[in-house]
T-cell receptor
């Protein structure tokens, strides 16, 4: 079946602009995660959605970052007033039960 | 607090040699354990997982891992590596519970470089 889909695959933006990154999880997966991976670094947790529960936003680095998940499915990560340090690969993953998250291919964000 | 430590940031090894990538975690409750692999310029792929049952878990591409509760470890092993195993390997832990999804805690990764 279809895996986790992220769009766009690449995004180049200018400093100060807002960007939206989209994630389509696997159908039926109740958990959805956003991570950030910088060059040569591990995975940095950003936000976690589980069903209808309040999301765990503890990983969002600043109030410029926000995310929502509509109808328990598609999620959008928004970064306002982008900065150069926001440049990274943004990964989305979804899971159901204890099966281990399935990851999308990521969105590579470059802030000039 | 829950944490994951991958003890080696880089592991160079010759082709056909055995390899062990080490992972230790800290948690006071039952856990689910995962290893993921990220090939160059690709996304993360689940290699294997431990949820319950046998402590020796076999995954894809000839990898296996053993859960050691007393040592809080989940080391990844392969008896004979190939050039194509060159990749970044990530260990991850979540506090378990039947039917529950939990936020994963990730190690910083181990870069495996297989040389001819």
């Amino acid at each position: 079946g279809a895996g986790v889909s992220q769009s766009p695959s690449n995004k180049v933006t200018e400093k100060g602009k807002d960007v939206e990154l989209r994630c389509d999880p696997i159908s039926g997966h109740t958990a959805l995660y956003w991570y950030r991976q910088s060059l040569g670094q591990g995975l940095e947790f950003l936000i976690y959605f589980q069903g209808n529960s309040a999301p765990d936003k503890s990983g969002l680095p600043s109030d410029r970052f926000s995310a929502e998940r509509t109808g328990g499915s598609v999620s959008t990560l928004t970064i306002q007033r982008t900065q150069q340090e926001d440049s990274a690969v943004y990964l989305c993953a979804s899971s159901q039960g204890g099966t281990g998250p399935s990851f999308g291919a990521g969105t590579r964000l470059s802030v000039l | 607090a829950q944490s994951v430590t991958q003890l080696d940031s880089q592991v160079p090894v010759f082709e056909e040699a055995p390899v062990e990538l080490r992972c230790n975690y800290s948690s006071s409750v039952s856990v689910y354990l995962f290893w993921y692999v990220q090939y160059p310029n690709q996304g993360l792929q689940l290699l294997l997982k431990y949820l319950s049952g046998s402590t020796l878990v076999k995954g894809i591409n000839g990898f296996e891992a053993e859960f050691n509760k007393s040592q809080t470890s989940f080391h990844l092993r392969k008896p004979s590596v190939h050039i194509s195993d060159t990749a970044e390997y990530f260990c991850a832990v979540s506090e378990g519970g039947a039917g529950n999804n939990r936020k994963l805690i990730w190690g910083l990764g181990t870069s495996l470089a297989v040389n001819p």
